[in-house]
């Protein structure tokens, strides 16, 4: 566990109206006015406007952070709205970091937002992170926390970072030169990105929406526990929470000995392999688009429509004609029993990752001729069949 010193310095004063606001922080003897003029001084810049960062986002604004950034390239879909509390029904497709600012100034008009209102890479990291204090990464997917980290470091600031997956969440704090020499970063909790279809994002496994509200409102605090210098941070330890079980426990985290110096920016895309490497070579000169299966089958050429997700994605949605075989199966050798021969496969899963995995599988067993969709039952129901519902 760790005891840090203030992040950032206090303001000047506190005017009436900030006094009248902050006033239930102010006769905290930990915050006091001290830790408000601190959190009036303080930058933060949340990743990302969705399921971790709208809490985040709505209680910092609330708790009196000076200036907040935004980095959010996306819009408003309606599948956000489960989860994504800081949009509404009627900011469906704007962008949202434009409806996360709205919703956080009509919260607190006395702070100031800066949208960054595009792709965070590795061109624009670095120097983004260094016109703050503090790094709050609320991303769902490994290329961009492994690039977050790693800009972090370059930059020499602190983050707080958190993850779900549904119903469970993780939140940690990394700074790499934490004073104290206490320094970790998500390297030494994950050296290496988990190989490509073993962690789902939340778009592929979902997530129960309310969770987000318990890691964002743990990251929040932690935000507010490092400008302030209250407190023990997760700097250290790694939080972990079963909302099944309703239970929370912390692991011990250490520095990794033998983990290489940060020094630059890589290929995160590669390092992280979004399709393993089998997967892209199945792939390869393997895939019809939407359009072209379509062609296909109104051609009247027999093809064995094949979904490999999962049973509950299935009773959502699916293809007419299609059969289920769930990519585990598929893998496990259990499903290549139920592949016909007698006529093609055409594999499918929600947007085309899964099913380039299980055709790999499927063409080592023999079926040369199987192939995949592009984009997957999505890709379909947007170029195809428009009254399909998107999940």
Known sequence: MSTLPPLVEPAGELTRD????????????????????????????????????SPTLLYLAAAG??????????????????????????????????????????????????????????????ELFRQYDLIVDGTDNFATRYLVNDAAVLAGKPYVWGSIYRFEGQASVFWEDAPGGVGLNYRDLYPEAPPPGMVPSCAEGGVLGILCASIGSIMGTEAIKLITGIGETLLGRLMVYDALDMRYRTINLRKDPQAPAITELIDYDAFCGVVSDDGVSAAAGSTLTAVELKERLDSGERIALIDVREPVEWDIVKIDGATLIPKGDIESGEGLAKLPHDRPAVLYCKTGIRSAEALAAVKKAGFADATHLQGGITAWAKQVDSSLPVY
């Open 18 to 53: 900030e006094v009248a606001r902050y006033s239930r922080h102010l006769i905290i003897p930990d915050i006091g006015v001290d830790g408000q003029k601190r959190l009036k001084n303080a930058k933060v810049l949340v990743i990302g406007a969705g399921g971790l960062g």
């Open 65 to 126: 952070v000076g200036t907040i950034g935004i980095v959010e390239f996306d819009e408003v879909d309606e599948s956000n709205l489960q989860r994504q509390v800081i949009h509404g029904h009627s900011d469906i497709g704007r962008p949202k970091a434009d409806s996360a600012r709205d919703s956080i100034l009509e919260i607190n008009p006395l702070v100031t937002v800066h949208t960054h209102k595009f792709r965070l890479d590795n061109d624009n990291a670095i």
